[in-house]
Nanobody
Framework: QVQLVESGGGLVQAGGSLRLSCGISGRTVNSYAMGWFRQAPGKEREFVVASSWSGINTYYANSVKARFTISRDNAKNTVYLQMNSLKPEDTAVYYC????????????????????WGQGTQVTVSS
């Protein structure tokens, strides 16, 4: 059974940094295309960043470009989201999502593209 578990959320001041982790059990991370999404209070869940299964291709939402970085550690079966220069508007519950992929380097931007989701981790940025 595949499980995704996020960690690393917390409270940080504006301008600070956090690194979120998404551990994958039941399968190796390098057979998944991965994505991070977030949901702020009273808003719909939105796309943050996506990575192809190899990690070669990535795509960032404009709102986080140049501040957030997705990366993988295949040995630890973990995907990371490094978040720098955080803003109060980054406050949200962050979710990682996975989609089994075995070839190609497609990136997936829609929630419906992903079949596996973590439980979410809260990120709060104070002003």
């Amino acid at each position: 059974q595949v499980q995704l578990v996020e960690s690393g959320g917390g409270l940080v001041q504006a301008g600070g940094s956090l690194r979120l982790s998404c551990g994958i059990s039941g399968r190796t991370v390098n057979s998944y295309a991965m994505g991070w999404f977030r949901q702020a209070p009273g808003k719909e869940r939105e796309f943050v960043v996506a990575s192809s299964w190899s990690g070669i291709n990535t795509y960032y939402a404009n709102s986080v470009k140049a501040r957030f970085t997705i990366s993988r550690d295949n040995a630890k079966n973990t995907v990371y989201l490094q978040m720098n220069s955080l803003k109060p508007e980054d406050t949200a519950v962050y979710y990682c999502a996975g989609r089994p992929e075995y070839s190609g380097d497609t990136i997936f931007l829609r929630e419906s593209d992903y079949g596996y989701w973590g439980q979410g981790t809260q990120v709060t940025v104070s002003s």
